[in-house]
């Protein structure tokens, strides 16, 4: 991937918004998409059946090394999206992405910026930046 991928992507979502630059517009296309991402993931479930989702409390030991931590909490997935399922989702985060880059053009922030300081903090912090 080139140095200047999300530098260029940005170019290109400023180029193709055309209908909804108002932040109220972007905002609210940024959450639908977000919405849809997550029908998409649920599609998956329901529907196809090619992923299941296994739910219980995630046991936390408040002595247990954080290495044995991290093993011992799940995911509560179980299965994979079959190809058609995970096409459908990434087409729908492709979309949440477009418009979280158009609400970066808007404010005049660099998706760069925002993803090196995310990983800035994370570098940072280490383990006392656990979420």
Not at 51 to 62: G, L
Not at 67 to 92: A, F, I, P, T
Not at 110 to 126: A, C, F, N, P, R
Request: glycine share 4%.
């Amino acid at each position: 991937m080139e140095n200047n991928s999300l530098e260029n992507f940005q170019q290109q979502v400023s180029e193709l918004l055309l209908r909804h630059r108002s932040i109220l517009d972007i905002s609210s296309k940024f959450q639908e998409s977000n919405s849809r991402v997550n029908r998409a993931l649920m599609k998956g479930v329901t529907e196809c059946g090619c992923m299941e989702i296994q739910a219980s409390r995630q046991p936390f030991a408040d002595e247990a090394p954080l290495d044995e931590m991290k093993q011992s909490v799940k995911n509560h997935v179980q299965g994979r999206l079959c190809s058609h399922c995970q096409e459908v989702v990434q087409s729908e985060m492709g979309k949440n992405l477009f418009y979280l880059t158009a609400m970066c053009n808007l404010l005049d922030i660099k998706l760069e910026d925002v993803v090196k300081q995310e990983s800035k903090h994370l570098s940072t912090l280490g383990v006392f930046h656990l979420r």
